[in-house]
Nanobody
């Protein structure tokens, strides 16, 4: 059973940076995709970024492109999200997730596991 544990959230000022981590356990295949979603109060959960575990193919939401970088440590089974130039509208709970491929991850048609989330708050 896949388990995901996020960390690294916190309070930061506008323009600041944070790096989120997602420690994965129970992965039985490297033929999968992992990614980040976020959910702000009163809003639906939205896709942020994804990467295939066996390659470096990455995909970003428009809101993340150019400011966020998704990366991974295959040996340590850890997923990262580096967030720069943070804005108040980035405030949300950030979740990591796994799926068989990026398409199923982005569309949330086949999510294998979700983490519990980590809070990111950007003050203006």
């Amino acid at each position: 059973q896949v388990q995901l544990v996020e960390s690294g959230g916190g309070l930061v000022q506008t323009g600041g940076s944070l790096r989120l981590s997602c420690a994965a356990s129970g992965l039985t295949s490297n033929r999968l995709a992992m990614g980040w979603f976020r959910q702000a109060p009163g809003k639906e959960r939205e896709f942020v970024a994804a990467i295939t575990w066996y390659s470096d193919n990455a995909l970003y939401a428009d809101s993340a492109e150019g400011r966020f970088t998704i990366s991974k440590d295959n040996a340590g089974n850890t997923l990262y999200l580096r967030m720069n130039n943070l804005k108040p509208e980035d405030t949300a709970i950030y979740y990591c997730a796994t799926a068989p491929n990026i398409a199923k991850l982005v569309t949330r048609t086949s999510i294998d596991a979700w983490g519990q989330g980590t809070q990111v708050t950007v003050s203006s």
